[in-house]
Every structure is written in C-alpha cells, then in structure tokens.
C-alpha cells in the first residue's frame, strides 16, 4: 500500500532541499513517504543542486551546432556554466548536442513559458475554451482549461518538453541532473531552429 503523501510534506521537504514542489511530490512518492530518503533521491538526482547553484554567474559555455544527415534542418544553441574548464568538459559537451538534438527532433518555438507572447496565450486560452462542455462546473472548466494551457506550454516551450532521449523527465529535470552530475550551474540560454521551406 503506498503512503500518503500530503501538501504539509511536501512544504516540510522543499523547505529543507530547496528543491521544486512537483520534485518534492516525486521523491517522498518514490520513497514511501520516507523524509530521509526522499532528500536522499533528490540529492541523487542532482535538484537539490541545481537549486542550490541557480544564482551562481555563468560566464563560460558553449555555442553547440547540430546539422542533420539530410542538411534539411539545423539548430544553433547557446549554454552557459561558471568556468572554462567545465565548458571543455565532454560531459557538458555531450549535454550541448543532446538540446541541440532535441530541439531538431522537437521543434520548441521557445526557450521559457515567460516567453510567449501574451497575445499568442490568449489566443490558446480562447480556442481552448471553446472546445470545453460548457454544461460542466465553472471551477471544473477552469481547470481543464488550465491542463490545455498547460500542454500548449509543454509542447512548444523547450524547458517543459519531454526530453526526446528520455521521455519520463522535461530538458529543465534533464538540465538540473546534469548540474548535479557536474556540479556548475548550467543555464540553457537561446537557440535557433533552422529548417529548409519552414
């Protein structure tokens, strides 16, 4: 029988990892309920660091360039660490063609959801609407409404996607585990998608 895990948990293990609330919810659903063990996963998964090490300056980094076989679509990707001897580190390399891969294969038209437009949001939220029963609840219409949002963004912004090597986990888990792994802040800073007739 799995534990229960409740909203005050969750609040106890973010406050003492600093990790995000949905991280949180995760690790103490893995671990039974287990605080301890639940800081330990997080620790494992390197989020706790990623949190720890969000504020540090990135003032190195990479420019990573992806072609694919058919010369038919390409991306330019930009991310930043904190120091020139991570940014020749073929872990933080193999990090840079792994994005720039994902964004060729996914098609992220933006990095953050603070970076679509308003105009285009409320152009989702109004088609979305429409589609919705209006014979259910208002709070129940909101919340659908907010789900579809919510895959509008998991769809076309890159940090929310499902990384394309690994679909269980978005590019922001993918990038906070490796930050774990490396121990340097990384930030994902832009991209360019290039495709041939789009």
């Given at each position: 029988m799995s534990a229960t895990i409740s909203a005050s948990d969750v609040m106890k293990l973010r406050a003492a990892?600093?990790?995000?609330?949905?991280?949180?919810?995760?690790?103490?659903?893995?671990?039974?309920?287990?605080?301890?063990?639940?800081?330990?996963?997080l620790r494992k998964k390197g989020i706790q660091t990623a949190t720890k090490r969000a504020d540090r300056d990135v003032g190195e980094g990479l420019v990573s360039s992806?072609?694919?076989?058919?010369?038919?679509?390409?991306?330019?990707?930009?991310?930043?660490?904190?120091?020139d001897f991570v940014a020749k580190n073929e872990q933080f390399a193999?990090?840079?063609?792994?994005?720039?891969?994902?964004?060729?294969?996914?098609?992220?038209?933006?990095?953050?959801?603070?970076?679509?437009?308003?105009?285009?949001?409320?152009?989702?939220?109004?088609?979305?609407?429409?589609q919705i029963d209006k014979s259910k609840p208002a709070d129940i219409q909101e919340k659908i409404l907010?789900?579809?949002?919510?895959?509008?963004?998991?769809?076309?912004?890159?940090?929310?996607?499902?990384?394309?090597?690994?679909?269980?986990k978005t590019i922001e888990q993918h990038r906070a585990e490796t930050v774990g792994k490396i121990g340097e802040n990384i930030v994902i800073r832009r991209f360019v998608r290039y495709e041939i007739g789009g």
């Open positions: 990892s600093g990790a995000p609330m949905m991280d949180c919810k995760k690790a103490l659903t893995e671990t039974g309920g287990d605080f301890e063990k639940s800081i330990e996963w992806y072609i694919h076989h058919n010369g038919r679509v390409g991306v330019l990707l930009e991310v930043n660490c904190e120091t193999d990090f840079c063609r792994d994005i720039s891969l994902h964004i060729a294969s996914m098609k992220p038209e933006y990095l953050t959801r603070d970076e679509v437009p308003a105009e285009v949001v409320a152009k989702e939220r109004e088609i979305a609407a429409e907010d789900g579809r949002i919510g895959k509008f963004f998991a769809e076309c912004c890159l940090m929310e996607q499902p990384f394309v090597k690994e679909d269980k």
